[in-house]
Structure formats: C-alpha cells, structure tokens
C-alpha cells in the first residue's frame, strides 16, 4: 500500500515569531489568551518561558516583527507592547512555588548577571542546589547600564523569591580549585579569558562568554539553553549542546489569502487592556493549515495529514487489542479531486492515500458494500445493452475522431448527446461515438479489478476504430482515460466547439464553475469562459477555480458513505456568489442545480437547451434518460429503428416529491416496485388495519429495501420506501 510521508508535512513547524525569538515563546498559546482578554493566563506563559518577565518585556529586541508575515500585508504584530501590556495587566504574577524534592546535585554558577541568573533560577526550580558567585557587591550585571534599578530587582527578587539557592556577592573566582566539590559548574562571565582556556574541555564545566557583545535577552536565552545543557549531563554523563532555541522553520503561508487588518496604535504608555486585545486579535496563529482550509474532508473532520494517516493505519491493520476499523467513513469520504496535493507545500497526497487504502479495504473484505452498491450498478447499467452504444458512421472504416461524451452527460439531458454529437458530425462527419462509462466509479470504490476490466474494455472499442483522436464531453472522463492511456490523444468537446456560434443577449453576471476533473486543462478553462462572454455574459471569478478547483461533491461518490458532509459541501459550493454558475460537467451542473442554485451548462447555451432554474434528474429519470438516449441516436444517426422498453414501474403511482425522496435515499423506482411485486407475489407483507395500506421488503445487493403502499385496481399506489443494511431472516415455516 502507498505510504503516505507525513515527515514533510509542515504543519507543526514553529511560526515566524517563535522561530526567531531567542526563548522560543509560543506566541500563538501566548496571543490566543490575549485575544480573549486572560492576561493571568497569559503572563503564566510568558513568565514560564522568560523567566524574568518584567526585565525581558522592557529590553525585548523584537525580533519577532520583521519576521511576521502581516508585514507585507499592512504590519507586523506589535508583539513587543502586547507583552508590556501583558506584565502591565496581569494582577497574579507571583511565582508558583513548585516544592520539588531536591536533587541532591549541587551547581555552582559564576556570575550574576542576566545569564547566570536565568540559569540559576531554571536549575532551582527543578529541585537542584545553586550557589551564586558574584564578584561585584551587587547582582545584575549589565542591567544597570540599561534600566534603572527599580525597573529590575523587583523582579529578580520576586521570581527567585519561593526557590532555595545561595548568593555569594564580592566573590571574585580566581581559579575553580577554590570553589570545592560541584557536580556541574557554569562560567557565565569570562571577560578576560582567564578560564577559557584553562577549563574549556574540562568535563562538567559549561562556559559561554555571554555578557559580551550580545545583549541582555539573547544572554538570558543563553542561560536556560546552559541549564538544560547542565541538567542533559547529570542525567547521562554527557555535554549536549543547546546553542539557542532559535531555529529556522520551514512555514510558509500565502499572504494573499491574508486580510489586511489596520494596525492598532497605542499611546504614550503602550495599549490599554482593549487596545491590547484588539491588536491581539490582528495574529493568525501562523500555522500551515492550507489543507483544512481548502479540503473538503480535512475540514469536516479536522484533523491534519499525519492524524489521518495514524488512524487510517490503525484501521487497515487493526491489532489484536482493538480491531474495531474506526476510520472506514472517513477513508470512504474522500472525493477523490486532488485539492489537497494541489495546494499541500509539501506535496502530501492524501487523496490518493485514502484512495489506496479503500482498495485495500475492498481487498479485505472490510469496506461496506452499501457505500457504492449505488453507485457500481449505476455503472453497469451504463455500460449494459440497455444504454451503451458503439458505433462508426455508415461507410466509414476507420475513423479520425471518437465522441465520448461518458455516461452522465446524456443522463443528465439526452439532447446534450445528440445536439453535440450532430455538431460534431457537421465538422468531422467521420466521428464515431462510444457510449458508456470510464469506468472511474469502480476505482472510487477499491475495485481496481472491476476499473481495469472496464478500461480494457475502452481500449479494445478504441483499437476497433482504429486509434481516433477522442473528444471528451466529460472532464472527468477525459481526465482518467488520458491518464490511463499515455498514448491516446484527446481534447475537450468545448474546446472543439469554442468557435460556433452561439447566441449572445444581455445575460447579466455569472461564474464558470470549473471541475475538479478539469483542475490542469487550461485550454479548456479558458475556451469555455470565451464561449459564456460571447454568449454575453459578465464573468465573476470564485475563489476557487482553475488549479484550486473544488469538487462539487460528486467525485468518489461518497453521498452514501457521508451525506453529512456532502450536504455541507453543496452548500458551500452553492452559496459562495449569488450570480448563477455556468458548469461545463453535467455532474456539477446538476448537483449545484439540486440545491435550488441557479446554474447553466455551457451546452445549453450552445443549442439554446435549457435555462438555469431547470430541475436535475432524479436516479431513475438519469437511467431512463441514458435509455432514451442510445435508442435515440441510433433512429437519428443510422436510421435503424428500436425498442424503448417501457418499465415495468409504471404500473406504480408515486407523487412527485415522493419520487426526488427515493432519489435522495438512493433507491431505484424499479427496485422499489420489485420489492412490491415480490411482496404480492408470495403474500409477504403487513397490512394496516384501519388505512389498509401494505408494508413489505426485498433484499436488493446488500441493502433490504422497504415498501409501504395501496393496492389500486390497476397497479399501486407508493406511500413511501425506505432501506437499512439489516437482513430480515424469517422462518416461513412457523
């Protein structure tokens, strides 16, 4: 099976602030309780990562802003006053006093300016013994040349205040002899290089000439990377190195999906507590989440390539321990439209991961049948005697081109068929036509034995007519046998009818709904938006078109396996613009128009078909159509006559919104009038008393289909009819 390579996924990587801040602050937990005004929660942070919250807040260089991505939109976060408002509103800043066990290490930390005193405060907190040595009378170090002493002993006082270490002011260290038995020691001062030299390999001695030459907050940083440096070698007997906590990320975010967002201005004093909020407000948490934006699957579920993956794993090979295949749904809910590789940074296919992993669960048996039951035998009826056709011109030996407009565009509206295919005849009377289905619902089930026997079947038709070029009036179709077939050559029926003529009015605003299909054919793309400006109309472009096409929620044919959330995506797509949409994949159009969305295809405006409020097709109509359809081309294009078979479900009454109900539960007219037939005919069913209406059922594949209905004189009148996976098993002996 593919292994999906979730190790580029770059979702986790640190954002531009925190990459580049030299105590690696998670900025966007530290933002997100600002944003709701938590300036205790959001000093408890802060503090827990600066460890001197008040020094560090005054004497921040800042890094962060010109690292922030809003600054080539409109600007950078004012990180810098957000964490001087955090200090300024926090009322709870003392310590927490964590009463650890000590240690029974003991580290001497020489120097008690801003580095060695980061370095002490980190080690005592975490239960070890810390003596000080300071030289000069007083600690601080540098910091009395930058703030005055009120701005910083305070806080120095008050994060030392519950920890238990010793300070030893006017202690010159001369040489290391002197300080007796440590178990580390860390030399934060070296001005003369006295030590350097002396003790630089010497096991247990942390040296970092901090104090000079770089400033207070990259030295305190300095100092917790010396601490944990110290505490990696008590526990192992080895020197780590934890240069610094900056670190480069591989982020990276499309500032024109960013809205500007006016910068906050503060006033002589910083922000006030609103004011810090609203700023606040201004951080998107930068983080890459291109693919929960953009996919439809990644969205509803919310969970990211590497999550999905882990539970993906866990369900094609569940353990001994839990064997419960918990992601069957969501590995059956993918529409298969290639968004997700397309706009993934990292290239991370998890469309075509999920695609794998449904054939692996159709080759264990474990994926369920109901799924796309529906939708298989939608493709063998395309394909059957009933609705497939094959046929070349008369007098025609071998062709130069093939009409394969798929099975859906003719079900959808039989004159799409028969006006293009007419046209087409009128430029290259030599077309041949091959009416039947790709073959792609048999892949977006797992069956990849059904999809190439049907793909064998395509080549042989097209071997027979002696390798034409084909016209596609089916993105789709055209996307998969192309891809398929490397050798075979194609173009799109709207690219071959870019030039006719069409009929132009004042149409009004309108948006080309591209397929998904359709994602990669520019040529198409842009001649079907030239065919819908002549024809008049005024062109609005969707958010997603072109390369970030969306599926309409057709592709993988996951109605079944998820109508939660397709509902939601036909929404989504429906209601993005109020314009009408002009769709050139008859799976779009009528999915778009079954949500009430005013939508066109482009060959209605070609031959003048249909408008935009027309209503799709509900199933059994979409199979009577393809019917109507062979029989139709063959008595207008051979002049050979045929039987249209009427359907037996005739004889069965149902009103019009019982019948869209029955499409919208994915059940056949003529499978529910089986049930019924088969309910009559060996006296199997329940009858009402007071309505005298019957209840019987059928099992139909893998479902059992239910009916309610009314005996007429001449057939029966439907009531209603419903399915559910349970097999009723029945003793008809008893």
Not at 65 to 77: E, N, Y
Not at 669 to 683: L, N, S
Request: hydrophobic letters at 35%; a negative charge; one cysteine or more.
């Amino acid at each position: 099976m593919y292994n999906l390579d979730t190790s580029k996924c770059i979702q986790t990587e640190p954002a531009f602030c925190k990459a580049v801040c030299p105590f690696g602050l998670d900025v966007p937990d530290f933002i997100k309780k600002l944003q709701r005004g938590q300036f205790n929660s959001a000093y408890q942070v802060y503090a827990d990562t600066v460890g001197f919250p008040e020094i560090i807040a005054r004497l921040c260089p800042a890094l962060c802003h010109d690292a922030c991505i809003r600054v080539k939109v409109d600007a950078s976060i004012d990180l810098h006053l957000l964490e001087q408002a955090c200090v300024r509103y926090a009322d709870r800043r003392e310590p927490p006093a964590y009463n650890l066990p000590a240690r029974g290490k003991r580290i001497a930390v020489i120097g008690a300016g801003l580095c060695g005193l980061s370095c002490a405060l980190r080690l005592v907190r975490k239960g070890y013994t810390v003596d000080v040595y300071e030289r000069k009378a007083y600690i601080g170090g540098q910091l009395w040349d930058l703030l005055p002493p009120e701005a910083f002993l305070p806080d120095i006082e008050r994060q030392l205040a519950n920890t238990c270490y010793e300070l030893h002011l006017n202690y010159e260290i001369k040489s290391l002899s002197v300080l007796g038995s440590y178990d580390a020691i860390f030399i934060s001062t070296d001005p003369n290089g006295q030590f350097s030299g002396k003790y630089q390999q010497e096991q247990g001695v942390f040296f970092k000439n901090l104090s000079v030459g770089l400033g207070p907050v990259v030295a305190a940083a300095h100092g917790f990377s010396i601490a944990l440096e110290i505490e990696a070698y008590l526990k192992t007997g080895i020197m780590f190195s934890y240069e610094n906590r900056t670190c480069k990320t591989r982020l990276c975010m499309n500032e024109r999906e960013i809205k500007s967002q006016p910068k906050v201005q503060a006033g002589e004093d910083g922000f006030t507590s609103e004011q810090a909020q609203k700023e606040a407000l201004r951080c998107m948490a930068c983080s890459c989440n291109a693919c929960k934006h953009h996919c439809d699957l990644m969205a509803y579920y919310q969970k990211y390539p590497s999550r999905i993956k882990d539970e993906v794993t866990g369900t094609i090979y569940p353990s001994a321990d839990f064997i419960h295949r918990y992601a069957t749904r969501l590995i059956a809910s993918c529409m298969q439209c290639g968004l997700c590789k397309e706009i993934c940074p990292a290239d991370i296919d998890v469309g075509g991961y999920l695609n794998e992993a449904l054939a692996e669960l159709h080759r264990q048996k474990a994926l369920p049948p109901v799924f796309h039951e529906f939708f298989l035998r939608d493709m063998i009826h395309a394909n059957s005697e009933e609705s497939m056709l094959c046929k070349m011109p008369d007098g025609v030996e071998h062709c130069q081109y093939l009409y394969f407009p798929g099975c859906q565009l003719g079900a959808s509206l039989p004159a799409y068929v028969t006006d293009s295919y007419e046209e087409l005849r009128e430029l290259y009377p030599d077309t041949a036509l091959l009416l039947r289905c790709c073959g792609i619902p048999a892949k977006w089930a797992g069956d990849y034995s059904l999809y190439r026997n049907m793909l064998v079947q395509i080549e042989n038709s097209w071997e027979k007519f002696g390798r034409p070029s084909v016209i596609f009036g089916c993105p789709n179709c055209q996307n998969v046998l192309l891809q398929e077939f490397p050798e075979m050559s194609g173009q799109s029926l709207y690219s071959i009818l870019a030039d006719m003529e069409i009929r132009k009015s004042q149409r009004g605003v309108a948006a080309v709904y591209d397929p998904c299909a359709a994602r990669y054919d520019v040529q198409t793309q842009n001649d079907v938006r030239q065919l819908a400006l002549r024809a008049g109309y005024i062109l609005q472009p969707l958010s997603h078109q072109g390369t970030m096409a969306q599926c309409c929620s057709w592709g993988g044919q996951t109605a079944i396996a998820n109508p939660s959330m397709v509902k939601l995506v036909k929404k989504r797509r429906a209601g993005e613009i109020e314009a009408p949409y002009i769709a050139y994949c008859a799976n779009c159009r009528d999915v778009l128009a079954s949500t009430g969305k005013a939508c066109v295809h482009i060959l209605d405006l070609l031959f003048d078909l249909g408008n935009a409020q027309r209503n799709p097709p509900n199933a059994t109509e979409r199979r009577q159509n393809r019917v109507t359809l062979k029989h139709t081309l063959i008595q207008r294009f051979w002049n050979e006559t045929s039987d249209c078979a009427c359907s037996s479900a005739e004889m069965l009454e149902i009103p019009a919104a019982l019948r869209q109900t029955l499409s919208d539960r994915y059940l056949l007219e003529e499978d529910i009038w089986a049930v019924i037939q088969c309910g009559e005919r060996e006296g199997i069913f329940i009858e009402e008393a007071v309505s005298g209406a019957r209840i019987t059922h059928k099992e139909i594949g893998s479902i059992t289909c239910w009916a309610r209905y009314i005996p007429l004189e001449k057939g029966f009148q439907l009531l209603d009819g419903y399915s559910h996976r349970m097999q009723i098993v029945e003793d008809r002996h008893a």
